[in-house]
C-alpha cells in the first residue's frame, strides 16, 4: 500500500509539477504526517524531490528529472479503455484504476503532449444515458465484468418478459455492451446458443470457478452489429400510412421518433406541406401509444384496425375527463 502511494506521489508530482502537503493529503486521502513522512521516504530514496518555501511554494522534483516507473498493473490496463467513460468505470468496479492509469498515461508524457491531453479531457465529455430517463441500476454488473474478463461460468436468476418471469440460467458471458445507459452481457446459456441478456434484470448471481472457452472466431462488435439489425427486422411486423400535418413535419427532429422522421423525409410533401408516408410498426397496440401524442397533428389513413384502436384510446381518454 505504501509503496503504491510512493509512487502515486512521484506520478502527481512529475505530471503537475507543484503540489502543497495538503494537496498531495487530499489527492490521496491521507493525512499531512502521511505526505510527510512519504516525501522523506522519497528523498532517502534518492528520489530529488525538495520544497519550496513560501505562500506560493510546495513540493517539487529537479527539474529535468523523470521517473520510469510507469508500468500499469493488469487492471489498469483494461481501464485504459474506459478513461473518457468515468460513469463506465464507476459501474464495472474501476474507478480508483481508471485514475491510477490516467495518472501514469500523463506521467509517461512529454509536457507539450501533456497539455495537449489535459485540453481533450476538459473540452470533450461523454454522457451515455438517453435525455429524460436514468441510467439503469445494475448490481449485479461489476461481478459480471469479472466473469467476462476471467471467461468464468455464472449462474443467474433472469427476469425476463414471457412466462415464466423468472428463470434460471448457467451463462458463458463472451461480452459486455453498454448502450444508452443500459448494460447488456452476451452470453450462450447451456444447452443454447449465443444471446443477449439485460444485466439489470438479473436478480441473483452466483460465480463459479468453472472456466469456459470461448469461440474462437467471435468478434463483440461484430455479433452486437449483427444482433442490432436482427432486432430491427424482427421488430416491425406491419406498416402505417399516416398524413403528418405541415406543422408538425419541422418538429420531428425533436421529438424521438426516428421511424417517423425517416418515413416523412422520404416522402414528397404535398402542396399544403403536409406528408403523407408509409412508416414500419411494431404492433396496432404499440403504434397507437406512439402515434395518439400527436393528436390532430397526424392522422392515420390505414390500416384501419389503427384507426380503429386510436379511436378506442381517444375515446377513453375523453371519457375519463368528462365533466
Known amino acids: 500500500m505504501r509503496s503504491s502511494r510512493l509512487l502515486s506521489i512521484l506520478l502527481l508530482l512529475q505530471t503537475r509539477r507543484q503540489l502543497t502537503a495538503r494537496e498531495l493529503a487530499e489527492e490521496l486521502e491521507v493525512s499531512l504526517r502521511t505526505i510527510y513522512r512519504d516525501v522523506e521516504a522519497l528523498a532517502a530514496a534518492g528520489v530529488p524531490v525538495y520544497a519550496d518555501q513560501g505562500r506560493a511554494g510546495g513540493y517539487r522534483l529537479l527539474d529535468g528529472y523523470r521517473t520510469k516507473l510507469t508500468g500499469l498493473t493488469e487492471q489498469e490496463a483494461a481501464a485504459l479503455f474506459l478513461v473518457g467513460m468515468p460513469?463506465?468505470?464507476?459501474?464495472?468496479?474501476?474507478?480508483?484504476?481508471?485514475?491510477?492509469?490516467?495518472?501514469?498515461?500523463?506521467?509517461?508524457?512529454?509536457?507539450?503532449?501533456?497539455?495537449?491531453?489535459?485540453?481533450?479531457?476538459?473540452?470533450?465529455?461523454?454522457?451515455?444515458?438517453?435525455?429524460?430517463?436514468?441510467?439503469?441500476?445494475?448490481p449485479q454488473l461489476a461481478a459480471v465484468a469479472e466473469a467476462v474478463l476471467h471467461d468464468r461460468r455464472i449462474k443467474v436468476r433472469y427476469r425476463r418478459w414471457e412466462a415464466p418471469r423468472e428463470v434460471d440460467r448457467v451463462l458463458d458471458p463472451y461480452g459486455l455492451v453498454l448502450k444508452n445507459g443500459s448494460w447488456y452481457v452476451v452470453a450462450a446459456a447451456t444447452g443454447g446458443g449465443i444471446r443477449t441478456y439485460r444485466v439489470s434484470n438479473i436478480l441473483s448471481l452466483e460465480a463459479t470457478e468453472e472456466e469456459f472457452s470461448r469461440p474462437p472466431r467471435f468478434e463483440l462488435a461484430r455479433y452486437w452489429q449483427e444482433h442490432l439489425d436482427e432486432f430491427e427486422q424482427r421488430r416491425f411486423t406491419g406498416e402505417a400510412v399516416v398524413r403528418v400535418a405541415a406543422g408538425l413535419v419541422p418538429r420531428l427532429k425533436d421529438l424521438s421518433f426516428a421511424d417517423l422522421q425517416r418515413a416523412v423525409e422520404a416522402a414528397e410533401p404535398a402542396e399544403d406541406g403536409s406528408v403523407t408516408a408509409v412508416v414500419p410498426v411494431e404492433s396496432i397496440g404499440n403504434a397507437a401509444s406512439r402515434l395518439i401524442r400527436f393528436g390532430d397533428q397526424l392522422e392515420v389513413l390505414k390500416p384501419p384496425e389503427l384507426r380503429a384502436e386510436l379511436r378506442r384510446l381517444a375515446q377513453s381518454v375523453a371519457d375519463l375527463y368528462e365533466s
Do not use: C, I, M, V
Open 87 to 138: 460513469g463506465a468505470a464507476a459501474a464495472l468496479g474501476l474507478t480508483a484504476e481508471t485514475s491510477a492509469a490516467e495518472l501514469k498515461l500523463l506521467a509517461a508524457l512529454a509536457p507539450d503532449q501533456r497539455d495537449r491531453a489535459g485540453r481533450l479531457k476538459n473540452r470533450f465529455h461523454l454522457d451515455l444515458p438517453a435525455w429524460y430517463q436514468e441510467a439503469e441500476d445494475s
